[in-house]
Each structure stands twice: as C-alpha cells, then as structure tokens.
C-alpha cells in the first residue's frame, strides 16, 4: 500500500513556492514522491488483474480467458492495471476566498490548490490516465476536458488562473457531472465554505453520475485555529463584509464551529462515498498524492469488481 | 464679548460625543482580510473594556477644535469701546434703518431687533450722531439725529411691527437724504431687518452718497411656523338663478416647518361658511376651493383665515365679491367693414365672462359723440383718431376714465390729429414688412397686463408670427412689450383718470397671426380690463398703498353729508374728493358710505403677500456706488461678498471673531490630523489588551 512520502525538501509547499514553472513543479513533485514509494512507478506493470472485456478482432488471443470463456460461451480479453485508463478530472476552486495566507512564509490555499493540481495532473499523465481541469469561482472559469494528451494543458490552465469573486461549488460540479461522458475519477480541491448539506449537494451531482469523487479540503492552519491578535476588523475576502472580531474572545467559539463544520462536512462525503482528505498549507503535497493513489486504487478495484459481477451476471443469463 | 447666535453654544456638548464613542466604541487597530466571517462572532460592543486616555494631547486637540468651530459659528463679537469708530476716523453720521413690515412680527425678530440696534447705540462715538428710521413699504425717521443713547432707546421701544411690506430703496433714499444734508465726514447706513421676502425684489439699488459705509444685520434667522393665505380669487358661475361665487384661497406654507391639518376657514359677512384642513412642506402652497355661495342679493365681504402661527399678519385674507358687472367695449372699425371684419375680436370679447363685455360696433362715420357716455372702452380697430367734436369727446372720455385700445393697420398711416396728442404717438410711420416673420421680443412681464404671463407654461406671446407693423415715435409713451427688432409693439399712456394702449400691429390676423395663437384671448381681455381699469367690483389694495379719495367718491355730487370712509375697527374718516390721498395702514375691509350714492361701496385692504417668505434678500443688491468706483463703496461690496460666502448676511455689532476661530479650528484639526499621522502607532485612547 502506499503510505505517506516522507517531507522531502521537494515536498514542501513552502519550497515549492519558489519554483517558477508549474510543470517542473509538478515534475519535481511527483518524481520526488514517487521515488519514495517502495512500488513500482508505474501502477499496473506489474500483473494486477484488473478487469475483463470483450474481445474485439485483432486482439491478442494468448489474452483471451478461456476458462471465463468456459464458463459463460464468450470471449473475455483479461486486462491489467497499467491498461485501465481512468479519466481524471481536477475540479479547483479559485474564488477568493482561496486567496488567503495566515503568515507569509507560506503558501496561499490559491497556489497550494493550483500545485495540488498540477501535481495530481501530472502524476495522473504519469499513469496514463486521461486528465482534465475545471477551474470555478462564482461560475466555471476554465474547462480541459480529459485526453490523454491534456496534461501540458492542464498545466498552462492552471498558471493562468487567478482569483475570482464568488464560489459556486454546486454549479461546478453539476456542469462538470454533465460534461463528462465517461465515468472517471473527479478530485475537488477547495475550501468548502458553504453549509455542509450544500457542499454534499455538489458531489451528489457528481456520484450521481458515477464518479468516483475524492474531496481535498484545503485550510490555512488560521483557519482551524486563531491567531493571538489584536482586536482586528475582518474583512470577508468573498464579500466584503467588514466585522469587527477580538480574536481573543472568539477564537474558542471560532475552532469549535470549523472543527464541527469539518466533520459535518466530512460525514456528508462519507455518506456519499467521497474521499474526504483535510490539508492546510504546511501539509507537504505527498500526502496528498498518497491519498491520491489509494482513492485511485480503491476505485479501480471497484471498477474491476463491478466488471467481473457485470461479467458473471451475464454469464449467468 | 456677546453672541449674535447664542444658542448656538449648546453644541458645545458635542464633545463629548467623541470621547464617549472612544471610550466605548473603537474601531480595532488593524484590519485582516479573511476568507468567510461565517464562524467568527462581532466583537460585542459592551464587552470592550473602559479604555484610559493614552495620549490626552491629540485629545485635548480635538476637543479644543470642536469647542473653537462651535464658538465661531455662536457668532462672537467684541463690543466696541464706546468712540472708538469716530476716534479712528472722525465723527459719524449713521442712519438706522430699523424694518417694521409685518415679516418682523414672526417670533422674536422685533426683540432681536432691537437688541442689535442697541449694538449699534453702543458703538456711538463722542461726536457721532445717530438717526432712527423705520420702514415697511414706506419709511419714517424717529426723530433727528442724536447720541443720546437714552432717547435712542426710549423711540426704540416704541417700535413695533406693522402690517406693511418692505421697501428697502424708500427706506435707503431717506438714509440718502440724510446723510447727504450731513456734514459728518464719515457717513454710515445700518440696515437691521429679518433679510427674507417671498420673492426676490425688484427694486432697483439706490445710490448712497459718496464713501457711505452700508452695514447689514439680518434678525430671525430661526425657523418659524407660517401658514400664509397668499391671495384669494372668485370664480363666477351662473347667471339664469342668481350669480354664484367661488372662493380660492391659495395657501402657501411660508414658514420653515411642515403644516399639519391646519385649519384654513371662510367666513362671510361675518358667518363662518366652511373650513378645510390643509398639510404643506415648506415652501410648497396648495388651492382650497370653498363652496360657492351667491351674490345676487348683494356683495359679500368676507375673509379666508388660517390658525394663528408665528406670523399672524399673512394669517387672513379680506375680500369683497360684488355682483358681476358688464365691460361696455365700443368697437370702430373702417365705414364699409363686412360683417366678417374684426371677427378675430368680437369672438375673443363674446368669449368672456368676468366681466362679459358688451360690444357695440360703430364705423368713424356712424360714431356719435353720446355713444362714449355708455363706454367703459373704446377700441378704434384701425380707424385714425377721430378729429373735430368726436375726437374731442373721446378724449374727453378717456381723460374722465375711460379706456382707449387703438390697433393699428392699413387705413392708420398720417398724422396724428392734434386732439390726441398725449394719447397716441406724435408721429405714426410706414408700416414695416418682415418678410420672414418677426415677433414679440421684450416684455415688460411686471405690468399688469402681461403679468399673467410671467411664469413658464402660462402662454407663449412670443409664439406669434408678426409680418406688419407700423413704427411709431414713441413720444411719451411707455413701452410694454417690442418686437425682436426692438420696434415698439404695445404703448401706454395716461390722461386723465384714463389711459390709453397702442398696438402698432393688426388685432384681426390681417398682419400678424396672434388671433389664432391660445394667447390672443385672455391678452385681449387683459388689455381691455387694463384701458378701462377693470376692477371686479372687489378691488384688492395692498397696505401701504394709498387711495385718492375722488376714485371713492364721485366729485361734485351733490351731497349733503360728507361721505364717510369706514375703517377697519369701524374708525371713521370723512372724504373729500379733492383732500389728500388716504393712507391704508391696516388690513381689514373698508366701507365708503357716500350720501350721494345709492349703495355703500366696500374694498379691502391686505398685507402684501410676497413679503413673508423663505428668499433671502441680496443685501450687495440694496444699493449701487458713484459710477466711477468708490473704494468704500467696493469695500462694501468686498464685505458683502465676504459674508455671502461665509454664508451669513448679518454683521456682528462690534469686532467679528467669528473667523479667528474659524481659522484657529482649521489650523487645530491640521495639526490633530499631522500628530495621529505621524504617530501611527499612539491612538488617543489605550489599547484593549
């Protein structure tokens, strides 16, 4: 199984700030997290079964099961990991909110989100998976639709988003659900500040098509706990709306209300079946990644086993 | 030190609005950017805790400025030691122009008033002499000019407000006259009145003698409560079962607080017929329209009234509504007119109804000398003034008070005959073609006759085509209204009790097309009405104004008591036509029991309605220097300007210092504002942990 990379200097958010290109970040990223796993690079080399299909003219024969073909009177082609591309599509939010560092020698949500992003597109590229992006504030800014040949894209898209005004995670989501015609992996990367009932809302739309969803929530360390200041007037980076706050006073009330948003948030996702990994900006990217493969894995064993059920209904018939 | 705006030092308790807000309520220190406030609670404003003063510098800053703005906006003075002005430069010959108009009745203006003529007592000098003049719409010096303060103030203790208008140019031409039979080297005009009138005045400025120094302070700067009723008309209606009257009565809310249900009652002969209740902004005024009651039995005097405010002067409205009388208009028009000729006007005449005119049409050669005694106007349509006996008789006719309207066109070219000189140009000209069409251009819009048409929307007189006239001399006429050539178009002259009106155009569409433009009619009746001197059996004199006793009485009656003039509060004066006009100095309703006339007669007398109001008086207008720019008298203007700006048009009765502390605020809140800047970190008020 793959477990967590060790902090590599790579890995760390606040060093990965200084890379100028998304790319070598992402490259860098990867190949430093991938170099840490005791596995293969290359998920499916090895000779994991993963699913069966149909023959097909010009298919190699030496393949073909014959003793599913035993079993049911048709020819099944076996398949191996490394063979099972998944679309995988990234689905980032870039509102305002997302533009938010407590201290400044580390990252805004922004730029943890974008290398989050560019690091699964790149690892997924790695796999041969078809990758795609969605970007969205208030409403969708940017569409990749996933391709084998989109990681480059994918790329170039997320060095050119900015902050936007407004956060429509739902909206995102249903047009992405919609627009996808296969059903594939999908990764949210975003803050989630919307009520849970609504968060879970937009991965519905997602599920509901058949996705597999995993949901990285991304928080700057203020914002599970706050910082000893001075009465301050905050200022909401969404709206606008100017409060008057003494931290000292509201922060216990403030980390008992994000800890119950999270889990609220976390038990919608479970009960939906999505992922549900919790970052904040120090958290090095491997973990992620690592969270990544296994939401990857498990899904893939998912699919395989739905395919073998699917495959031995109809053997049944 | 005195305060010309005392109250004014109540604000004074405005500082310790800042210091309690600072103390209770503090904006924080800094301010974060964050991503959703969802979660985090508004720091309770009670729960800050009572800070200590850190830095009583930047307060006592503060609190210094706001006490110094309120001080200079109290209006600070210094009383000058007594000679001091004529010490400086000679003795002083100062006119007091202290206003009595009704206006200065609202509230406590009269009391101000006197306080700051007091002032000006005080400033009197070893030498200086001081005259006392009041003045509404005509002005009256209390005496010669005095130092002594004591005499000064016992006349003007007597003063009190009357129920006249305000003629500051009367008021000013007697201070002129004053000052210029002085001879004081230094010559000084005091004007204290309350600066505001219902409209802006037209008076023209009156020149003062050379280096006259023209003080202004203005009293009653406070809001007051008035609810004027600003004039009442009748509307006739009816004529088969007795002629009925309508009375409005327009209100206007003068004042400077809103009217609620205010109770606006007519009472006739006595009797209250009908209340309405009205509710008005300031400034705005509304149309009661009372219920209509007949005349047929007689006229009818009576008032329109409103609640008792702070002004009770404008508070009622005296009227007299007589039965309707008939306009007797006597046309001539060229021998061998058609029966289409002149229809333009008949049609316009047939057309009214108060009064109704009765038209009678007579060619120069079918004109009989009698058919002027039935006349109240005679319009000669064309036609040149009659000579020999009918020109004299008309004359004659017009001179006893009769009205003459001449229209000029193609039969009225020549001379004119010596007959009617004084009554139409000495010279009539060519007639003028304007082959593109000219029009009427300026208008004399303050005479009565196109007063009506002075506001916006009321009728477009220079919406007519005029493609003929003929060019007169104007002689000794006045000048109503010319063409955009500048050609004279309508002329005025009086003989007599009567007047006569030139119209050097057609009044048929023969030369211009005025009969066809929505003018024509009610410029025609008000032209008729003008000749005749109409009045609607109710004429409605102004206090103030006069009255020649022989227009009340009929002269050389025989009588064989005097008639008698019954005034308001039923004082009695005996009328002599050739005595000396009387003067109306209170409102009410005046009688005129003349033995040798059937009926008594009655008019009634108002308060100019214009004179209470919310238009301030520009005081830099009230009076004009030599022409070849006197520095006192730019001094003046300079001042004049200075306090325009400073948003007052009063004057402290002794050294102003009002803008030293204007300035010393300006100069404390700049360097508060240096201070809290170049100290970012120093906030007045300690922090809160």
Redesign the interface.
Known sequence: MARPAPAAPMLDPAILASIGSLELLARGVVEGFLAGLHRAPHLGTSLDFAEHRPYHAGDDVRRVDWRLYGRTDRHYVRLFEAETNADVTLLVDVSRSMDFRGSPDRLTKFDYARFLAASLAYLAATQRDRVGLTTFASEVIETVPPAARHRDTVLRALERATPEPGSGLADAAERTGAALRRRGMVAVIGDFYEPPAQVARAFEALRGRGHDVIAFHVLDPWERRLPELDSTLFEDLETGERRPVDPARAAAAFGRRVDEHVRAISAELLALRVDHVLLDTATPLGVALARWLAHRRAALRRRSAAGRASAGGRGRR | MGFLAPAILAGCLAVAVPIWLHLTR??????????????????PLH??RRRSIRDPLLLALRVLAIVLLVAAFSRPYLPLPSGGRGEVGGVREVVLLLDRSYSMGAADRMAEARTAARGIFAELGEGDRLTLVTFDGAARALGPATRDVAALSAVLDSVAPGEGGTSYATALRLAESILSASPGPRREVVIVSDFVAGAPSAEAPVALPEGTLLRTLAVGAGPIDDLAVADVSLRRAGFAAGERVRVLARVRNSGHVPVEGRAVALTLDGAPVASEAVSLEPGAATTIEFPAFSVASGPASGVVRVDADDLPANDRRYFVAEPRRVLDVLIVEPDGSGPRRGIHLRRALELGRSPRFALRRRTPRSLRAEDFREAGVVILDEVPFPEGEKGARLRSFVEGGGGLLTAFGDRSGGGVPEVARGLLPAGVGRAVSRAEGGSLGRLEYGHPVFSAFRDPGSGDLGAARIERYRRVDEGGMRVLARFDDGSPALLEAEAGLGRSLLWTSTLGDAWNDLPLQPVYLPLLHRLLLHAAAWNDGSPERLVGSSVDPSSLVAPGAPREDPAVLVLPGNTRRELDAGGAPVSLERAGVYEIRDPAAADVSRFAVNVDAEEAGATAVDTAALASGPADGDPDVARQEDEAEAEALAGAADREPGRALWWPLLLAAGVLFLLESVLSNVRPGRSMIG???
């Open positions: 503090r904006p924080p220190d800094r301010r974060q950017a964050f991503p959703s406030l969802m979660f985090l609670d508004e720091a729960a800050t922090g809160t942990r």
